[in-house]
């Protein structure tokens, strides 16, 4: 049985993985409408578990609200839940491997800054991007019936590929512009953090 999280944790937890992020994009990570987001955010700020940074439009957890947050992820996702996911998490950490080097590979031609005017070199980094998009989505889905709010990241990683293939060059790797690198990145910290795992000590960046 699929496990369903409060919208409210959705938006704490959603800011744990930004670390800085609007509104807009907590409620976008957390799968909520943004005056949701907004209200969620605001109950926060009275916990005192964030802060909202005026001059930049962006909103943070406080250390208080990090420790906060690690309670109550322990009881958004029990110990039982968390294990359902390991099926789907090696063949994750696998393809991460590959994608990281079809990234480098897109910021990089021949040692080079890839200025994006060689399309056939181009096009043969998102034919291989088209693999791992497609071999990334069955595991993402296998994640969304263990754990229904990773159930979003499917349909934000299509849309970051779809814009690509449009030409838009940042879609790929681009940075804090909701690319296809920004989402896999979310997800994986989503991951880590769910699952109580060590960045460093897995080795997996």
């Known amino acids: 049985m699929t496990h369903v999280s409060d919208p409210a944790f959705r938006s704490f937890h959603a800011l744990r993985i930004k670390g800085f992020a609007n509104v807009q994009t907590v409620a976008e990570v957390a799968d909520v409408s943004v005056d949701e987001a907004d209200d969620h955010l605001l109950r926060l700020q009275g916990q005192e578990h964030a802060l909202f940074r005026e001059a930049r439009d962006l909103w943070q957890l406080t250390p208080v609200g990090k420790e906060a947050h690690g309670h109550a992820l322990s009881v958004d996702v029990p110990t039982?839940?968390?294990?359902?996911l390991k099926p789907s998490y090696g063949p994750f950490l696998t393809l991460n491997e590959t994608f990281k080097v079809v990234c480098s590979d897109w910021q990089l031609?021949?040692?080079?800054?890839n200025d994006h005017e060689d399309e056939s070199y181009d096009e043969s980094v998102r034919v291989r991007l088209k693999t791992i998009h497609q071999q990334a989505l069955p595991i993402v889905e296998a994640?969304?019936?263990?754990?229904?709010?990773?159930?979003?990241?499917?349909?934000?990683l299509e849309g970051a590929h779809q814009?690509?293939?449009?030409?838009?060059?940042?879609?790929?790797?681009?940075?804090?512009?909701?690319?296809y690198h920004d989402i896999w990145m979310e997800l994986h910290e989503d991951l880590l953090l769910?699952?109580?795992l060590n960045r460093g000590a897995e080795g997996s960046y």
């Open 143 to 156: 994640m969304g019936h263990v754990l229904h709010r990773l159930s979003p990241y499917g349909l934000r």
């Open 163 to 179: 814009r690509l293939l449009s030409g838009n060059v940042k879609m790929l790797t681009g940075v804090l512009c909701n690319s």
């Open 194 to 196: 769910t699952q109580r």
């Open 109 to 113: 031609r021949h040692g080079q800054v």
């Open 80 to 84: 039982a839940v968390a294990d359902g």
